[in-house]
């Protein structure tokens, strides 16, 4: 099966890309690099809730949100993958091309991870941001280096 960023960055057709993830709503992403930094948060994350449930006073230390250039109808799969996992987040935003800057700007995170180094805009100040340099958008670009 051709890997998910690559049916849009290869054809550059949107249309493709969501008729792919349409048909593969159901069948979970595979886990990638990131997948055990979440199983471990999601794990601190239930615990809270946990707790948070059992005492209307206790306020959450720890929240997380993920921030997607998906849109409908791909965002089923990203929801039915993480549930897969058993990974859970409080709030998910999928922008479908709003730039992912603006809502940082209001969450005010305390780290913002992305696999594109454009969504790691430098004038969000006071926001740790990390790029994972893997995925099909950074092999390109590795490539393009070594040419």
């Known amino acids: ?48 809730n946990k707790l948070a449930q059992k005492d209307n006073l206790y306020k959450k230390v720890l929240r997380t949100a993920i921030v997607t250039a998906r849109n409908a109808p791909s965002h089923e799969r990203a929801i039915n993958t993480l549930r897969s996992w058993e990974v859970e987040v409080d709030e998910m935003f999928f922008l479908g091309g709003i730039e992912k800057k603006r809502i940082l700007e209001v969450l005010k995170p305390h780290l913002f991870i992305d696999d594109q180094i454009k969504h790691l805009d430098e004038s969000l100040h006071n926001i740790p941001l990390v790029h994972i340099p893997f995925g099909i958008i950074n092999e390109k670009k590795n490539e393009d280096k070594e040419d």
């Open 1 to 48: 099966m051709m890997k998910l960023k690559k049916i849009f960055q290869v054809n550059n057709d949107i249309n493709e890309f969501h008729a792919h993830e349409v048909k593969h709503s159901e069948d979970p992403l595979e886990p990638g690099l990131m997948h055990k930094f979440f199983s471990k948060i999601s794990f601190f994350q239930k615990r809270e």
